[in-house]
C-alpha cells in the first residue's frame, strides 16, 4: 500500500511539472444549471421536492475539474461533489491520467454487464460509480486498438470500506467489429471479485448488432467461491418515415442471461443503476437463469423533440418496468426533460414497487448550458 | 475561284470549329465543379443553423477531413467536446461526460448528424460525384441572376448513394453548384441545397453557406455556414484514429 502511495506521489508531481505549460495556455469553461420536480410514489405514501443543479467544468488540454453542487428541499441539504480533477500527460506513446476520473467501458448496450465499475452508466444515465480515483495508462496500439490499465485508490477511514481494485481492458477492430476483453479486480477484507468478460458491437446489413460474455468469481467470509457467468445479445435498428427521409423512429432490443447464485448480487448492480429494484434474495429463487429483455424506442417529433419508451422486463414472471420519457429542446442552450418510471409486478414478482421501495417516480427537469 | 465562295467557306468552317472546341460536356462541368468542392483534405470550422417553424437551435463545430476520414469536434455549449471520428463506414462517438469511444452502429450514418437536415455523410464525406453518377447537360439556364448549366444525374448503377436522381444548377463561369434537387427513385423530391453565398478562397470558388431544405418534413431547414476553411492542411499523422476522439 505504501509503494503505491510513493508511486501516486511520483507520478503527481511528474504530471504536473509536464502538464503546467498546458495548464497555463488554454482552457475552457462550462456548466449547466439545472432545476426539477421529483416525485415518488411508494405504496402507501408519496414524496415530493424540488432540487436545483450547478454543474462547472474546467477543461484545460491535460487537466480537467468539474464539481456537481446540488440542493433539495426535503433532506434541506447542500451537497457538493467533485466529479473529475485529473491531470494527464503522455510517456513513450502512453496516455497517463491520474487523479478522479471518469473510467466508462461502454459499448453501446442499454446495461453494461462489463463495465469497470457495474451500474456505473445505464440508460445514457450517469451515476456516480463511474468516477474514481485511479491512475489509468492507455497505450494505442494502432489508430483502433489499444490497451488500458487502471489501478484504483481509495482510502476510507472504515478499514472494510477499503479495496484494492485494478483493472485491464484490450480493444480491437475485428471486420468491421469493435471487441473488447475486459478484466477487473477487486479485493476487500470482506469479499474478493475476479470479473472477466468479452464484448463486441458491428453490423449486421442494416442493423446494429452487439453481446457481451462474463464470467464473474465471487467470494466472501461467508460465501464459498462460486462462478456466474452471464451473456447478453442486443440489436439496433433506425427507421425512418417518409422514404426514409422523415422522422426518425430508433428502436433498440437486448436479452440478458443471468446464472442464478450468489455471484447474481454482483452484476444486479448494473440493474440498480438503470434506477430499478431489484432483491438479489427475491432473485435467487426459482429457475437456473435470470432473463430479462428490455427495449429502448424513441420517436423524433421534430428537429427540436423526441418521446422515448424504455421497459424492462422479466421472462420468469412477466414483471415490468416501464420508462417513458420527453425531451424538447427549448433553445439552443436550454433542454425539457420528463421521465416517468413505473414498476408493474405485484410484491413477489421481480420488478415490483413497495412499501420501502417506489412503484412509480416522476422527474420533471429544466436545464441551461453555457 | 469565287473568293466569296471561299470566304463563306472559311467564316462556316471557323464556326463550325470553334463552335464544337467551346462546346462542353455535363461531365466535364461536373469535373471542373469536383475540382472547386471536392476536399482532398481540409480543416473547416462551421456553423449549423438548425430551423423548424420559426425555432432556431444552434451549433459549432471543428470539421477534419481527409479522403473518406473525418473528425468533427462540437463546440457549442449544449455538444461540448462531443467527437466523432468517421474512417469508411464505421462512425464512432465520443461522449465527453464519461470520456468514452463508442462504435455507431452503421445505419446511424443515414440519420441527420445531431438534429440536422446533413446526415452524418453529409457533413462527412466529400465524394466525387463524377465516381457516382451518370450526368446529362439539359439545359443552360439563368439562377438569381448568375449564368447557370443545368445538369441532371442518374446514379450509376450499383453505386451507394443516398439520392437516386440530382438536379444541379452550376455556375457557368465559377464552376460551383448554386442549387441542387435530390430526388428518390420514385422520382419524389426529397431535399434542396441551395447555395446563397460564395467565396473565392485559395484560388477556388467554395460554398460559404448552404440551406438544406429537407422536403418531406414541414417548415424545417438547416443553414450550414462556413466560418473558415484551409484547403489541404497539414494534418498530423494518427490523426483520424480512436486516440485522438478522447
Same mark, same amino acid.
Given at each position: ?103 466508462? @467501458? ?6 453494461? #454487464?462489463?463495465?469497470? +465499475? ?24 494502432? @489508430? ?14 472504515? #478499514? ?35 470479473? @472477466? ?102 420517436? +423524433? ?12 422486463? +422479466? ?8 420508462? #417513458? ?46 | 475561284? =469565287? ?50 417553424? *420559426? ?36 462512425? &464512432? ?40 453518377? =451518370?450526368?446529362?447537360? /439539359? *439545359? ?13 444525374? /442518374?446514379?450509376?448503377? *450499383? ?9 444541379? &444548377? ?34 477556388? &470558388? ?7 431544405? =429537407? ?16 484547403? =489541404?492542411?497539414?494534418?498530423?499523422? *494518427? ?8
Amino acid at each position: 500500500m505504501l509503494s503505491k502511495k510513493v508511486i501516486v506521489s511520483i507520478l503527481t508531481l511528474v504530471l504536473i511539472f509536464t502538464a503546467s505549460h498546458a495548464l497555463a495556455s488554454s482552457y475552457q469553461f462550462g456548466g449547466e444549471v439545472s432545476t426539477g420536480l421529483n416525485s415518488i410514489f411508494f405504496e402507501e405514501t408519496n414524496e415530493n421536492y424540488i432540487y436545483e443543479t450547478v454543474n462547472l467544468n474546467l477543461d484545460f488540454n491535460n487537466a480537467n475539474f468539474e464539481i456537481t453542487a446540488s440542493n433539495n428541499n426535503l433532506q434541506q441539504e447542500f451537497d457538493i461533489t467533485l466529479k473529475k480533477a485529473y491531470i494527464r500527460n503522455k510517456f513513450i506513446g502512453t496516455r497517463v491520467t491520474l487523479g478522479k476520473q471518469p473510467i466508462s @467501458w461502454s459499448f453501446g448496450s442499454l446495461i453494461n #454487464p462489463v463495465d469497470y +465499475s457495474l451500474g456505473a452508466e445505464a440508460l445514457d444515465e450517469e451515476t456516480s460509480a463511474k468516477y474514481v480515483n485511479a491512475v489509468e495508462f492507455h497505450y494505442p496500439i494502432n @489508430w483502433y486498438s489499444n490497451v488500458s490499465l487502471v489501478t484504483e485508490f481509495n482510502n476510507d477511514v472504515d #478499514p472494510t470500506k477499503n479495496y484494492d481494485k485494478y483493472g485491464f481492458r484490450a480493444r480491437t477492430l475485428i471486420k468491421d467489429y469493435d471487441v473488447s476483453f475486459n478484466y477487473v479486480k477487486q479485493d476487500s477484507q470482506v469479499s474478493d471479485i475476479n470479473r @472477466w468478460g468479452l464484448s463486441f458491437k458491428g453490423d449486421i446489413k442494416n442493423a446494429g448488432l452487439y453481446g457481451a460474455y462474463t464470467n464473474i468469481n465471487y467470494q466472501t467470509t461467508t460465501i464459498p467461491e462460486v462462478n456466474t457467468q452471464a451473456f447478453m445479445v442486443g440489436t439496433d435498428y433506425s427507421y425512418f418515415l417518409n422514404q426514409g427521409f422523415g422522422n426518425r423512429l430508433y428502436m433498440q432490443g437486448e436479452y440478458h442471461r443471468i446464472e442464478k447464485n450468489e455471484g447474481l448480487r454482483v452484476l444486479i448492480n448494473s440493474l440498480a443503476g438503470a434506477g430499478v429494484g431489484l432483491d438479489p434474495t427475491k432473485l435467487l429463487g426459482g429457475d437456473e437463469y435470470f432473463d430479462i429483455l428490455l427495449t429502448n424506442v424513441s420517436y +423524433s417529433i421534430n428537429d427540436f423533440s423526441s418521446i422515448g419508451f424504455f421497459s424492462l422486463t +422479466s421472462l420468469e414472471d412477466g414483471s415490468t418496468a416501464l420508462i #417513458p420519457n420527453y425531451q424538447n429542446q427549448l433553445t439552443t442552450n436550454t433542454t425539457l426533460n420528463i421521465n416517468l418510471s413505473y414498476l408493474s409486478g405485484e410484491a413477489d414478482q421481480d420488478f415490483a414497487g413497495g412499501v420501502s421501495f417506489p412503484e412509480a417516480a416522476l422527474n420533471v427537469e429544466l436545464s441551461y448550458v453555457f | 475561284m =469565287n473568293y466569296k465562295k471561299i470566304a463563306v467557306l472559311v467564316l462556316l468552317s471557323v464556326f463550325i470549329f470553334s463552335s464544337q472546341a467551346l462546346a462542353i460536356t455535363a461531365e466535364e462541368i461536373i469535373q471542373q465543379r469536383d475540382d472547386n468542392e471536392f476536399l482532398k483534405s481540409a480543416r473547416v470550422e462551421s456553423t449549423m443553423i438548425i430551423n423548424n417553424a *420559426g425555432r432556431e437551435l444552434e451549433k459549432k463545430m471543428v470539421n477534419l477531413i481527409e479522403g473518406d476520414k473525418a473528425l468533427v469536434s462540437f463546440t457549442n455549449p449544449m455538444d461540448r467536446g462531443t467527437k466523432f471520428l468517421k474512417r469508411e463506414d464505421n462512425l &464512432w462517438m465520443f461522449f465527453p461526460d464519461a470520456e468514452d469511444v463508442v462504435k455507431l452502429s452503421g445505419h446511424m450514418l443515414e440519420r441527420g448528424m445531431m438534429g440536422s437536415d446533413f446526415s452524418y455523410k453529409d457533413m462527412m464525406e466529400s465524394e466525387k460525384l463524377t465516381e457516382l453518377y =451518370n450526368f446529362e447537360l /439539359v *439545359g443552360e439556364v439563368e439562377y438569381k441572376g448568375r449564368p447557370c448549366y443545368k445538369i441532371e444525374a /442518374v446514379k450509376v448503377e *450499383g453505386a451507394e448513394v443516398s439520392y437516386y436522381k440530382r438536379i444541379a &444548377w452550376i455556375d457557368k463561369e465559377r464552376f460551383i453548384g448554386l442549387r441542387e434537387e435530390l430526388y428518390a427513385e420514385s422520382g419524389k423530391l426529397l431535399k434542396v441545397a441551395e447555395v446563397t453565398e460564395v467565396e473565392e478562397i485559395e484560388g477556388r &470558388w467554395y460554398p460559404i453557406r448552404t440551406i438544406m431544405e =429537407n422536403k418531406l418534413r414541414e417548415n424545417t431547414s438547416t443553414t450550414f455556414v462556413i466560418d473558415s476553411i484551409e484547403f =489541404n492542411p497539414e494534418i498530423p499523422e *494518427g490523426t483520424f484514429s480512436l486516440e485522438s476522439l478522447q
